[in-house]
């Protein structure tokens, strides 16, 4: 029985290669978790069990595609990125989401009771996640991106500190919460958490102020004599990608909750922008 | 701290709304399954366990999401069907394609230990799934897509089978076996089944034969005085259309394993292609 | 001297195939035409010259490009009609659209002489056009663009028709009839055209009113017992596809002023939607 | 009369903005010039009349689009090129190729009994362009596609000045050429140019062996203490970006037959790189 009589509609599947030398970013979204925040009982501002689930779901991303450089996490969203030599699926943009997607789905689900050890999850309120490819043609772009991200993250990060010290230990309503804080700026903010609250915004935990950072693990480069690293590689061979898809492999993948925005991050981890892997610390503990 | 800086790389999303008034199919595929069921030692040729989840899975999302109208599943492979008026997230593809394969991934992931009970998932080997989103702009597409499927399953469900029990029952090398069935025919196999292991090829299972489609079910039609349906319909209200949303979730999710290929399935159940809910069954169980 | 150090940079063009078997419109409109028709001072509400060199470079189209089925033009606007069995530049979209605009382009210059006998053209004010392709799924949604556009023509030039009334005859001046019109509707219009100037709107010339309508020629079909033609055709082989292009391009090209709204005029051309060639008139006059 | 019932058709126009901050080069093509040239009889194995016809409405081309920043042409083919900081039409894809190829059009129709006096236009002979539009992340795309395309006429024309001069000069047939040319190096051509015809390649005419390069005109920079100019540019206001169209009208449109794979031309004229408009020459002759 041949099957060619309907083959024809394998040529409605439209290619959607992403452009070559730019930069990918996989932005991965959590569906509906305002409802399943409630469900569970997250806590509020931040619940760091729910952050530590999401970091882990993508710690094993960055492991299973060794083809990622860096990622960046912040509530329930976590952006992954590709270099602009990445040739992985020959760069489909639904292949390459779609993998990222699961994958994290995946190791989300899996992990969930690792980090609710009192709250199992119940059908049908699981998590899943949606998620797009983006491009950006130079690093420029890409690091406005990541400082967008990581703005975000504070400005969201400030509110929601303020807002839920006035309603769970202010006792404020949550309209009458949102009714203050309406056309407040950052200063106001912080007067509010320290005169009313005795909170000194600078002391909440790092993890909530800047997000997360994921990236394989190198020994840092001194700032000085260190030119820019450049994207703009020379053309490798397939046995030399080969090598350095193994090279990322050793890294071990790590979690850090540091400035992005200014350069300090990126001058001294130039494997990043560079994609040349560097040198692997003596010491280095398996994640 | 105003993001207003950064925010210009929002400029660089490009938008990807699927055609409108075309079917849209989902192919949900296993990423690796190969090694995979190795690993978790899956049943050969068919493990019922296997196809089992995979059409809880199916089910689920079907439940997660009524727009869809039809899915049909075979082996590590479902495909999803939205009908040609659906809006989903304004038929963006990528959020269709994400929110299908994550959903899907998370009752994948959860339910694992329901049908694999003596054999728990254990990372980094946890399964995930690729996808892509196709459309076709006719309901002939649609049909000789489904066939498509169809017909593959059978012709692999032949191979695989007969292989199997060359291997198996027959003590062959997987090499000789290989090279024995290259370039025979259906009735060769056939033939090869009988004779040599007593085995009636149509008396094996109709989930190895045939696959599963999965539909919400109402009272099927009598093919008698059965115009043809037409997903060509007028337009409809929001208000209607949030109604026949509700009517869809009402109706009982089923698995079945049944020919489509021919006209009877598409005559008896013309709400598949025209999209107006049916009559609920006299007494319905809820799966 | 190898070009291949170079040729890697074939690699960012991106593949632009249109979706098959939809019916594809390319829309061609004039760039700044209103300052144009100012400069070589078009005659209002409408010049004749102008739309019978638009329909003479619309005939050109249609012979040079035999895919085509059906063009439609409205002041500085055509509209060009590829089958839905259309293979043309394997259905690649910039290519589709470039090469109607172009030959377009060059009928159109290249006669200007020939109506505009008195007004000779002068760089750099050179007539240019730029172009997109649309796709359409069904023969519903094809007729209902093919109306929009109609319907278009018939508001614009009621509108228009009574606006330069007002202004030539009445001696308004543009804003004066501008405020007056604001907010009428079509029997205001009727209204003012014959009271006020003594013209019944119905009298005014077809090409004005209802546009221009250009397709192959062949003997027109009675209506009855006429089943409706549908686009879904059988798969043709490449030599009977060869075949129908040469018949069609044996076809006369003809320009018509009619109503494409209604049914009757497809149902007496069933060639349009079918794409079968019809049977050539007994006495044809190559145009 | 109201146009809402049929207006939904417009939600089936796609966009297709170009990616931001990208170099776009749209290629403009002719359609037929194998027969074209023949049926004109063109000179081989170039002709001068053919070449400066294309350069002039290349020339008008960016004349009418301040937004170009540089074009270089070969034999048929013409490719002009945006800066990434280009917002015309708003990246509109289609709309930018069609209106560069429609304007090339207009002016290579327009301004042929210019060039070939003795052999005027016959319908339906009547030149006409296909386009494409291609994005490039970084400048050193931009630059490899150029000497893509430089390296490409080299090549092209020294096979051509060979075979022609076998077949005119040396009484070969045309496929006897052919056949001895098949396999040959730039040298062995270069030799059978000399030996046999005593010809010097080095001293064939420069637009035959370089193409045409056509940019606006500053005063050239010494290549001394000059910085590479960065593309990356400062986001620059509205009024700005109007002031400096305004600029750039004002310059010289020049055609040179350069060498652009090397530095020099890039390094001397920054503007094209960087857009942003150089110094206007003491003495400007307007062309």
């Known amino acids: 029985m041949a099957n060619s009589k309907y083959e024809y509609v394998k040529g409605f599947e439209q290619p959607d290669a992403l452009l070559p030398n730019t930069w990918v970013v996989v932005r991965v979204d959590g569906r509906g978790f305002h409802k399943l925040s409630d469900h569970y009982a997250f806590q509020k501002p931040n619940d760091r069990r729910a952050l530590d689930l999401m970091n882990k779901a993508a710690v094993e991303v960055m492991k299973d595609l060794p083809d990622l450089v860096l990622a960046y996490g912040v509530s329930d969203e976590y952006s992954f990125v590709f270099h602009p030599t990445c040739e992985l699926f020959e760069r489909r943009s639904a292949k390459i989401v779609t993998t990222v997607v699961s994958t994290f789905t995946a190791h989300y689900i899996y992990h ?15 998590p899943s996640f949606d998620g797009r490819a983006v491009t950006y043609p ?12 990581q703005v975000d993250c504070h400005i969201n990060n400030l509110y929601n500190t303020t807002f839920w010290a006035m309603v769970l ?4 309503s949550n309209t009458d919460a949102e009714q203050e804080l309406k056309g407040t700026v950052s200063s106001d903010k912080n007067e509010i958490l320290f005169r009313r609250f005795g909170i000194n915004y600078n002391n909440e935990l790092e993890i909530y102020k800047k997000g997360s950072v994921v990236y394989r693990q190198y020994e840092l480069e001194t700032k000085e004599g260190k030119e820019a690293a450049s994207s703009d590689l020379e053309p490798v061979s397939k046995t030399q990608q080969e090598k350095m898809r193994k090279l990322r492999k050793k890294a071990q993948v790590v979690v850090d909750h540091v400035d992005i925005i200014k350069d300090d991050f990126w001058d001294r981890r130039p494997w990043i922008v560079s994609n040349k892997p560097g040198k692997l610390p003596v010491s280095q503990d398996i994640s």
């Open 169 to 172: 230990k202010g006792g404020m």
């Open 112 to 126: 969930w009771n690792t980090f609710f050890t009192e709250t199992p999850l119940k059908p049908p309120f699981l």
């Open 138 to 149: 130079s690093t420029r772009n890409l690091r406005d991106y990541m400082s967008w991200r």
